[in-house]
């Protein structure tokens, strides 16, 4: 039993530090390429979740980004496309991010999954109108390196959608 225990509390402290290094990573302004090539699989998926009717302002919302450029011969629709399509859309403002305590992290090791709340203040490139929000991060399938397999998030397209402006 406490070699389970052990293996199990290993397993939870390495998915919350690569939660964590990922998040603080992106905080400080890491670019989504060098995040993807530190913290995730050869083959990962992104999927921001909001209303498809929002992807003509915001064509990173609500379409599954799968694997990274050159990869099988991905032109299209790869991670690496996700961040080039968000950073084209919005940015953010440097020292916004808020990132809890490493031990606010929630994990469930069993399922394999940690769930991130963060806080920032970001801008349509297009318009310069900013607004602040709470957004979240689930990560999923990690590897055996503890590296994530899957992000997907859930923010507030609205603020974004209407930042924007048509």
Known sequence: MAQGSSTQSDKLERL???AFDFCTGFASGVSGHECLDNFFTANPMILE????WATTRL??????????RGQDGAKTGTCDDYYDLLTA???????S??????????????QGIVTVRLHAKFSSIKTGKAWEEDFVYVLSDFDEDAKIG????????LSAYSAIGG
Do not use: M, Y
Not at 89 to 95: D, I, N, Q, S, W
Not at 150 to 157: G, M, R, V
């Open 89 to 95: 859309t919005l940015a953010v403002e440097p020292g």
């Open 150 to 157: 899957c992000q997907e998030l859930w923010a507030d397209p």
């Open 97 to 110: 991010v808020v990132v809890p305590p490493k031990k606010h992290i929630a994990v469930d090791a069993d």
């Open 49 to 52: 979740h909001g209303p498809s």
């Open 16 to 18: 919350r530090n690569t």
């Open 59 to 68: 064509p990173f919302l609500a379409v599954t980004f799968r694997g990274r």
